[in-house]
C-alpha cells in the first residue's frame, strides 16, 4: 500500500508487516522505523535513545549501514540525529571542478545525497526522517560542518555557522570512519563546510579523525546524516 511522506510529499511503499532492524541499545535489541517515526511525530523520539546509539539495517542495493545517534534535542526538542558510523562504500566529489562556490547549498554532493543516494534508503526509514533547515534550504540529507564536528574552536571553515559541536564526535575516536560498514581501513570523509583560505577546497576529517581539507572535485567518503 502507498502512503505519502508527510514532509516532502513522496509516495513511498508501506510494508505489510513493518520490518525490524537490530538496535544496541541498554533497553532495547530490536525495534521498526514505524516506531521510530510515531515517536518522531510526537516529539519525543530524544527520549527513547542515548548518544552512541546504534542501528543496524542496510540500503536497497544490499549495502549494510549501521547509524549512530551523535546529538539529541537538535535541531529541536525531542529531535534525534542520527548519521553513519562509517561512510558509504563508494567514494564521492563534493562537485565536478575544483570549487566550493556557493558552498553547501550549490554542491553537487548535496544534490546527490537528496535524490540518488535518497533512494537506496529503505522506504520505512525515508518516511521517518525530518527536513532539516541548512543555509536556508531544506534538505533530507546532510553532512555535518566543521563547528559541528570539531567544535567552535576550529576555525577552518569559509562560512562559520552557530552550531555546537554534536556529542558523539567529542570524543576524536568516534570521527574516525572506515569506506564501508566492513571497511578495514581508515579513510577522509567530507563535512559540508568549505574551506576559508583557499576556494578550490572543501573541509574534511582526516582518516586519523583530525581537521583538514580537500579539493572540491576529490573523491572521497561520505557520511550522511538526518533527523527524526
Known sequence: MYKYCPHCGKPFLEPDKPRTVGFVSQAKEFITWAQIK???DLREASKHFE???EIYDELKTGEPITLVVTEKDRPFDGDVMFMLKDCLRDTYPMNDTDTNEGGWKASKLRKDLNTKILALLPDDMRAAIKPRVID???DLLWLASREEVFGSGSRLAGNFDSSEQMAYYKRRGNRVKALGDEG?????WWERSPYASNSTFFCVVYSSGNASCYYASGSIGVAFGFCV
Open 184 to 188: 578495514e581501513s581508515a579513510g577522509n
Open 51 to 53: 548518544i552512541g546509539d
Open 136 to 138: 536556508g534550504e531544506s
Open 38 to 40: 510515531e515517536w518522531s
